[in-house]
């Protein structure tokens, strides 16, 4: 019999117990592409903000764990602008609230200023932008609009303030769609945050490596008025999305969550290999007396295990992609993530399953291939 087609029989001996063991490989994988995938997403979302916008640089309070929350002084942007290799400056400030009458939670309101080159990546789908004369107005990213039915007239209470929509509008990621925009001014009053702002994002004149670096250097070692440093980390875009605390969290907690799942994978594997080897140990035993060469013997075993834990790869995988994007149905989840899951996080999926494979079935074949033909055969 071919060994390939001796592999497959030996799985289907017992496919209860070989679709219970698929199942929690499935539980292992479908954990992992779904947890992974969406905190990759959702700092892909992130990234693709500050590249759609052509930001190069991101300045903000150095060593402050949580930096949206961090603040420093709205007139250090005129300092940083004097900078040789400062093309632009964009002041912003950040907040998170509720909506509870549209049960949202945890949505961004970003602001700018009203002439803010961040505009310029900013597509109006209704209404417009904000001009020099308003106060208290909102644009709504387009998600957040469905999310709460509003549109182009109507009003909203932000931190108990009543906003009036001007604009719709929608950007090239899930994070800016899902959030709202105000003007620094009106966020500074609610917020009782005047003269102050999260942070800068900058347009350098030459975004070369070098020359990068040579402006980072330059904003860390800004002073005050007293020469006292700032203490400001200018961080380029790549990094500042992975380098928010929630953003971390998020991500911690995900690979916790799948590593526990991929501990109960390993031990699924490991007992129905160790069962499937006690039950046909006079079987290995012929099959060593015929010849078989341990290394053979242990192949056959991490083979079967293979098998299964491809199966349950498959269905683990296709399980997280249906139910990561049954997740975007809910509004909150929607605001923050499109849902996607990227191929490589699939290709790591795939990845833990042989994993699993290998961990589970170690034990099982060195067992099976250690016994000795006579001792196997007296099992018979």
Partial sequence: MHFISLVMKNVLRRPVRSILTALGVALAVGTFVSLVGLSNDFVGSISQRYATQGIDLVVLKSGRAEQVYATLPEKLGAQIKALPNIEAVSPILFDVVTFEDSDLVGVFIEAWYGDSPLFDHVKVMVGRRFTAADHHVVMLGKLLAQNMGKGVGDDIVIDGQ?????????????FENGGALVLISDLQEIMDRQGQVTGFELILKDDSEAKTAETRRQIEDLRDPNGKRWNLAATPVAQQASSFI??????????????????????????????????????????????????RVVRLIMLEALAVSVMGAVIGTLTAVVLTRALTLIPTVRAIVDGHIAPVTIAEGIVVACLVAALGSLYPAYHAAKQTPMEALRHG
Wanted: include cysteine.
């Fill in 162 to 174: 009543s906003f009036k929509v001007v604009g719709v509008h929608e950007v090239e990621n899930a």
């Fill in 246 to 295: 929630f953003v971390k969290m998020g991500r911690a907690m995900a690979w916790i969550t799948s590593l526990i799942a991929i501990v109960i994978g390993c031990i699924g594997v490991l007992n129905t290999m160790m069962m499937s080897v006690f039950e046909r140990t006079h079987e290995i035993g012929v099959l060593r007396a015929i010849g078989w060469r341990k290394s």
